[in-house]
């Protein structure tokens, strides 16, 4: 039992005047970072840790936790505003929040994202604080054959829900893992596609396949079609009705079970380490379609899916400190800073954590907690900045936009081969929508495509020829049934519908 006072101690230090002003500092500049495409909370946090040296443990841990919480939501704001997602995650919620944006409810598509980002994250946080031991030994039973299973059954479903084709879903999504297999070979560490560049070693560069694909070749096609009269990026009608600029208590109750399932799996994708937000978010968006009465509706401006997408993808922040927490184990790349920047001052996280730093670590969890109610405060005074900005010309915001891509992808891969690929990426992504294929799903199989392969070759490497060891895991088993019926239901079935119609 944990001594309320190791509790009370924790809360005071986390409500001092200093740690309140850097959450706020952290959060500001979080959701700054997170509307620049290219400049998203990882690199923030990498940046940031280097000046929290002088500060003390607890104000330096709230601050790269602000930054990462306030990127959450600032990362929608490019997506739904101009349709340029940062980060595969962020594409997800332009699928319906760019269409809202068009048809002039942008500020309502802002606001929802706003309060499905700050739902989500609650749910995680008072996940974290409550549930953490057993979530993550739950986690941790998921052995490679379970992970991979998983991952195919994310990929039938994310391929059948985007675009009206499942087989060029499939194909996009293969074509994702085909680009993951440049570089070295995650086993054997041997090098594979790299062509004689020594800069091909890491693989492509993650930032710049998704700029390049998501989102330069976007705003591409946008200065390309500008003619004639210059208009602002964004239309915001000046009288708008109210209820196109704001979002009811009644609206927000009517997404409830939305929300609330892509809380729980953010949580689920979370606790598990490898997996991230993007996986979590196309889960949640397809169980949403799934479960409404207007599944045609997704994709022109349902607001159900910016709340299905945000909220999962903001309950993966804090399910991701839970095998930090409780194991010693970085859930993502996020948590990995985080790692580093306790061991920098002198802590060692993992379950002894509880024991000789408890004040700290409940202290954490006050911090994170009243983080929330900050990042809600400040996304919804955000909004009418960004607002403002998109108001202007289109021909800046595209060619702003453009200039930031160039240079987030400049910075994350430290020169202009990163820019050479972001371009040719921008290219294949132009060239994937002329054709009708996704580029959405195209970067989630890159962006999981070294998990699928590592997981795949433990997988064989378990079954070692046998297949009747599945028999011993019967998670796996019951997610690739799972896979093979979301073939059937998103590919056979329409089209025998369509041929029985026909006759």
């Known amino acids: ?186 086993q054997n560490g041997t090098p594979r596609f790299i062509f004689g560049f020594f800069q091909l070693y890491d693989g492509l560069p993650l930032v710049s396949v998704a700029l390049g694909s998501l989102a330069v070749c976007h705003i591409l096609h946008r200065l390309a079609a500008i003619s004639g009269d210059i208009k602002s990026a964004v239309s915001i009608p000046k009288n708008q009705k109210k209820e196109d600029n704001s979002i009811s208590w009644a609206e927000y109750w009517d997404c409830k079970y939305t929300l609330l399932k892509g809380s729980f799996l953010g949580v689920i994708f979370g606790a598990i380490p490898g997996l991230d937000s993007s996986a979590a978010a196309f889960m949640s968006y397809g169980s949403a379609k799934q479960a409404s009465k207007n599944p045609e509706s997704f994709g022109k401006g349902n607001i159900h899916g910016v709340a299905a997408a945000e909220s999962a993808n903001s309950a993966v922040c804090g399910a991701n400190l839970i095998p930090m927490f409780t194991l010693g184990l970085p859930g993502n790349v996020a948590a990995a800073l985080l790692i580093s920047a306790f061991i920098i001052h002198g802590i060692q996280p993992g379950p002894l954590m509880f024991k000789e730093q408890g004040q700290l670590v409940y202290s954490i969890f006050a911090t994170m907690m009243f983080a929330n109610v900050i990042n809600l405060i400040v996304g919804l005074l955000g909004l009418h900045l960004w607002s403002k900005v998109v108001n202007a010309p289109e021909s800046l915001i595209y060619s702003s936009s453009l200039l930031l891509c160039i240079v987030g992808s400049y910075i994350a891969t430290g020169g202009l081969f990163g820019v050479a690929v972001l371009l040719l990426f921008a290219v294949i992504g132009y060239l994937m929508i002329v054709f009708d294929y996704s580029p959405i799903v195209f970067i989630i199989g890159y962006f999981l495509g070294e998990r699928i392969e590592l997981t795949l070759g433990q997988t064989l490497t378990i079954i070692d020829g046998d297949p009747l060891v599945l028999l011993s895991h019967p998670i796996a088993i019951l997610l690739f049934g799972s896979s093979l019926f979301s073939v059937y239901w998103f590919s056979i079935r329409p089209l025998r519908k369509k041929m029985s119609e026909g006759d």
């Open 1 to 186: 039992m944990v001594d309320i006072t190791i509790i009370l101690g924790g809360i005071a230090d986390a409500l001092t005047f200093i740690n309140f002003i850097f959450v706020i500092l952290g959060i500001a500049l979080g959701q700054l970072v997170g509307a620049m495409p290219g400049i998203g909370p990882v690199m923030a946090m990498a940046i940031a840790i280097p000046f929290t040296f002088t500060l003390s443990p607890i104000v330096a841990i709230s601050f790269l936790v602000a930054v990462n919480k306030g990127a959450l939501i600032g990362g929608a704001v490019p997506s739904i505003l101009i349709n340029v997602p940062g980060t595969p995650d962020a594409a997800i919620t332009a699928l319906d929040g760019y269409p809202m944006s068009q048809q002039g409810k942008a500020i309502r598509a802002l606001k929802m994202a706003v309060y499905s980002s700050v739902t989500g994250d609650f749910f995680s946080t008072l996940t974290l604080i409550t549930l953490a031991p057993l979530i993550a030994i739950a986690a941790l039973k998921m052995g490679p054959i379970e992970i991979f299973a998983l991952m195919v059954f994310a990929f039938s479903i994310i391929s059948g829900l985007v675009g009206d084709s499942m087989i060029k879903g499939i194909l996009s999504a293969v074509l994702g893992l085909m680009c993951a297999t440049v570089g070295l070979d995650p």
